[in-house]
């Protein structure tokens, strides 16, 4: 199976600060990598497929980077929409596997 | 608009069975692939299980297989996920969720959810 292992766990920020965060996978995975976005109470939402291509209705100043087996999900400026969590996948193989998350929370 | 609705979670005794289903609107129910996501509470997201469009093809996680099955109804648009032999760790929110492109099995990735039905295994 493919481990996905994200980082950091939980970021401190205020709003119009850079965050980014990061998930690295245990294989070769080209681009098959997905961000989602979950709020609390909330379902999961679609930001990022294929590494770096935006979802339909996704604001731009998110955006995605790959590099090997490393994986970054940025968002340029925050919002306060924006204080989440948030998952990488892996869209490779099966079993999927996400990442294990990471609280963007008000500094 | 695109809806998923899960429904089927309850409190179930350790060792007992349970069928979620979830009701698909507004979209072509069988051209997509679908996917149960659980998520334990207060922890990270877990995919349980997949099944192609039509049926075919389906793949689980190790911690549900041979536990569970997944199956779905393209004449009434429902997924289903059959659960067995439950334990006191499958407690947790069940989603489902549809791939983003019809007919892409393999590197689907997930464009919509629906909002989760509670599983609690407990004595």
């Known amino acids: 199976d493919i481990q996905m292992t994200q980082s950091p766990s939980s970021v401190s920020a205020s709003v119009g600060d850079r965050v980014t965060i990061t998930c690295r996978a245990s294989?070769?995975?080209?681009?098959?990598l997905a961000w989602y976005q979950q709020k609390p109470g909330k379902a999961p939402k679609l930001l990022m497929f294929?590494?770096?291509s935006l979802q339909s209705g996704v604001p731009l100043r998110f955006s995605g980077n790959v590099s090997g087996t490393d994986f970054t999900l940025t968002i340029s400026s925050l919002q306060p929409e924006d204080f989440a969590t948030y998952y990488c996948?892996?869209?490779?193989?099966?079993?999927?596997?996400f990442g294990q998350g990471t609280k963007v929370d008000i500094k | 608009e695109v809806r998923l609705l899960e429904s089927g979670g309850r409190l179930v005794q350790p060792g007992g069975s349970l069928r979620l289903s979830c009701a698909a609107s507004?979209?072509?129910?069988?051209?997509?692939?679908m996917n149960w996501v659980r998520q334990a509470p207060g922890k990270g997201l877990e995919w349980v299980s997949v099944?192609?469009?039509?049926?075919?093809?389906?793949d689980y996680a190790d911690s549900v297989k041979g536990r569970f099955s997944i199956s779905r109804d393209n004449s009434n648009d429902i997924l289903y996920l059959q659960m067995d032999s439950l334990r006191v760790d499958d407690t947790a929110t069940y989603y489902c969720?549809?791939?983003?492109?019809?007919?892409?099995?393999?590197?689907?990735?997930?464009?919509?959810w629906g909002q989760g039905t509670l599983v609690s295994v407990s004595s």
């Open positions: 996948q892996q869209t490779y193989s099966f079993p999927r596997t």
């Open positions: 969720a549809k791939g983003r492109r019809p007919y892409e099995y393999t590197y689907h990735d997930l464009d919509s």
């Open positions: 507004g979209f072509m129910f069988k051209t997509f692939d």
């Open positions: 294929a590494a770096a």
């Open positions: 099944i192609s469009a039509g049926g075919g093809g389906t």
């Open positions: 294989h070769v995975i080209g681009s098959r």
